[in-house]
């Protein structure tokens, strides 16, 4: 046999849709990866028989339920796309909504794949930390945007504040979020120690140790030698 890459695709969907249908009729409800699968292979054999797309894709619709699927997969499936081939040539088929509504038996209503289910209360972030505020200003000629556990004593050059009050230091704000500084901009902007060894490593190669201390001598004339503004200089 002489396959190409395609093929080998191909036949891999087909054989992990056998054993979704495999184990479809012998009534175990099907995985994110086997129900995926199943409907895919569906789609390109009803491409292959010369249905049209809209066709194939009203097929791939039709094959499941939430009855046949495990619990939060119809959820967390949504659409299924595939390229298969029809008549005139390869063609990207997406079928949305692929798992129609069960009826019911599935109980699969009050389960929602990565809902957040937070606790009573509030919660206050980086409590009993040492914080500090700065005046930046952005002296550069284009936005800047700083991650929130980005050791703010070596962000952008650009940025003019007092580095060494910084030391150690990162934004005070929700982790994964971040502070956009536009061109000429001055923004005051809170800070937070680091917590657990407070090292810190790469990022723009300045420090390169603890941040539990002051910057030492070595440290602050690196930061100036390669031209990070700082208003103490």
Do not use: W
């Not at 957040?116 to 952005?138: F, H, Q, S």
């Amino acid at each position: 046999m002489h396959l190409t890459p395609k093929d080998e695709d191909r036949l891999l969907l087909f054989l992990a849709a056998e054993l979704a249908r495999k184990r479809r009729a012998a009534g175990l409800k099907l995985t994110y990866a086997e129900a995926r699968a199943l409907i895919a292979d569906e789609v390109c054999e009803a491409a292959r028989a010369g249905a049209t797309v809209a066709e194939a894709a009203a097929h791939g619709a039709s094959i499941l339920t939430e009855d046949d699927v495990l619990p939060g997969v119809a959820t967390l499936l949504g659409s299924v796309q595939v390229e298969a081939f029809f008549e005139d040539g390869q063609k990207l088929v997406t079928v949305h909504d692929a798992i129609r509504p069960g009826t019911g038996s599935g109980d699969n209503s009050d389960v929602t794949p990565g809902e957040i289910l937070p606790a009573d209360g509030e919660l206050e972030l980086n409590a009993g930390r040492r914080t500090v505020t700065l005046k930046v200003d952005n002296t550069g000629d284009r936005p800047i945007q700083v991650g929130s556990h980005f050791h703010f004593f070596e962000v952008n050059r650009a940025l003019r504040f007092d580095r060494a009050a910084s030391f150690g230091m990162r934004l005070d704000i929700p982790s994964g979020t971040a502070v956009r500084f536009e061109p000429g901009e001055t923004q005051e902007v809170t800070l937070t120690s680091y917590g657990g060894a407070r090292t810190v490593v790469g990022q723009n190669d300045i420090t390169n140790g603890a941040t539990d201390g002051t910057p030492s001598a070595q440290v602050l004339d690196r930061l100036r030698t390669q031209g990070f503004l700082d208003t103490a200089s």
